[in-house]
């Protein structure tokens, strides 16, 4: 009889700590984003919500970091042996990330409605050497600003749609007295001047790297940084370009003291309609422009996507949580924030009301955005390129031997 009783209660245990698991299990996932741009960390916590109430057995924790604390959190959490399994990561570090182990690729994971759905030049933001280290999921590029009135008053009908139209529309604004310098760019020496410089390869059909090695010393790599010192020099571009950040650029053209400026998304709607803006209602934007017979518009991509750790034990959780992130459904609906990474997003009016003449410039503009270089060595890279188009600017070198000052100090 007590041996009976004691096989009922074994057996009993038995069912319930078999049970007990898969009726109670909780995963709980840890994640990193930024408290900067795009989405808030409102947003986030809003979109992570809807996330765990679809999905109650897994618990997500939210950690926000500056932007320039995003890449060495990252680094030195996987050097510490974990720590996060989801993390937003630049559009710069996928090869850094692939090469030394940091992200998982994912690439069996990405379905055939994925690749078809999300914008072509999208994937540039996660793809490295064939593979797919995450999923998009701020898309961003810089637009060519305008402001309307001042275009009309120099008798202009039309934005330019090649970079050599824009320097004449700026001369003809410049001769006509209404301005003296037309131009505003971001070409401190910082992250911000290879943005630009970025758009211009894109444009003039350069390439940064070929074999690995450096590429732009010539053909439209070299145009694109003669491009920048003749609009310098010719006295069409605020000549503090050169000191200027993207705020910067911002509040010179929200003044009215440029009629063109490169920026990104953002500067629409607090150019066009902020408060402190002196231009509100009179901003206008299309894509940055192409070059005849090479290209119809020019674009460089400033966007981030969402990654698994190589470390994470929970990775088929993360990339739920990472698919929800990035959903259709979940990017519609904070839209006015950040524009989604699905073509068909563009044709639905849900989306597009309020910000028509935005969308109408992203469609062009994010389909062709073009990559920074792609190689582990990014950081090295960039800071060499930086100084090259100092450099060039400032009349110390040619446009041609600072980039090959850059490509000898680049480390590749």
Known sequence: MLKSITKTLLGAAFIVGAAAPHAFAETTLNALFMAQAAYSEADVRAMT??????????????????????????VLAQGSGGGYDVVLF?????AEYATNNVL????????????????????????????????????????????KEILEKAGIKAPPKTWAE????????????????????????????????TTLVS????????????????????????????????GVTNPNSKEFLEEDVRNVFQNGEAAFALNWTYMY?????????????????????GVEGKSEVSAVNGSMGL?????????????????HMTSQETQNAYAKLSLPIWASSYDDPAVTAGQEE???????????????????????????????????????????????????????
């Open 203 to 234: 444009a003039y059909g350069g390439a940064f790297l070929k074999d690995g090695k450096p590429a732009f010393t010539e053909g439209g790599g070299l145009d694109a940084l003669k491009y920048m010192v003749d609009s310098y020099t010719s």
């Open 269 to 289: 709607n607090m150019a066009n309609a902020g408060k402190d803006s002196k231009v509100a209602g009179k901003v206008g934007v299309v894509p940055a422009p």
């Open 49 to 74: 919500d809807a996330f765990t109430k679809a999905n109650p057995d897994i618990k997500v924790n939210l950690e926000f970091v500056p932007y320039e604390g995003l890449h060495d959190k990252t």
């Open 104 to 147: 998982a690729d994912v690439t069996p994971r990405i379905t055939d409605d994925m690749k078809k759905g999300v914008l072509p030049g999208a994937w540039t933001t996660v793809d490295y050497d064939g593979k797919s280290y995450g999923m998009p999921w701020i898309l961003d590029t810089k637009y060519l600003f305008y402001n």
């Open 358 to 412: 935005m969308i109408a410039a992203a469609k062009l503009s994010l389909a062709a955005m073009y990559p920074r270089p792609t190689t582990p060595k990014y950081q090295e890279l960039s800071t060499a390129l930086q100084q090259a188009i100092q450099e060039a600017l400032l009349g110390q070198a040619t446009p041609e031997d600072a980039l090959k000052s850059a490509a000898e100090n680049s480390g590749l």
């Open 166 to 197: 824009l320097n004449e529309q700026a001369k003809a604004i410049k001769d006509k007295g209404i301005l003296a310098t037309p131009i505003a760019w971001s070409w401190s020496q910082a992250e911000a001047a290879i943005c630009d410089y």
């Open 307 to 323: 990654g698994i750790t190589s470390t994470s034990k929970h990775q088929d959780e993360a990339w739920k949580y990472i698919v």
């Open 90 to 94: 630049d559009v710069i570090w996928p």
